[in-house]
């Protein structure tokens, strides 16, 4: 159906002790790239040199956990906050049913 997902690194920062975390958005557009704001498909999330800290939808009624290796899109959206392995290059690999496949690298 022409859908696909983008993601984005929307953030990143270190802390004192040397600790890397980025925050990534993740949405889901069609096959013109217009957004599509009633997407609701579950995300299957594979991070590789980092570890996934936070997963969130905005939804307030939502069950998913804060710290799992899925989430479900809510109007659309979602974001993941990841922590970085020291010295070491990080990507996150967000697997959808109805999309192909996408990574960000950070």
């Not at 906050?81 to 960000?104: F, H, M, P, S, Y």
Request: aromatic residues 6%; glycine residues 8%; contains cysteine.
């Amino acid at each position: 159906d022409g859908k696909k997902l983008c993601a984005k690194v929307d953030f990143q920062c270190s802390s004192d002790d040397g600790r890397e975390y980025a925050v990534i958005n993740v949405k889901m557009l069609d096959g013109e790239g217009i957004f599509v704001s009633d997407a609701d498909d579950i995300l299957r999330l594979k991070p590789h040199n980092c570890s996934i800290i936070s997963v969130g939808n905005g939804n307030p009624l939502s069950h998913t956990p804060a710290k799992a290796d899925w989430v479900r899109l809510f109007n659309g959206c979602t974001q993941v906050i990841l922590q970085k392995e020291q010295g070491q290059d990080a990507e996150l690999a967000a697997e959808c049913k109805r999309t192909e496949n996408i990574t960000v690298n950070f």
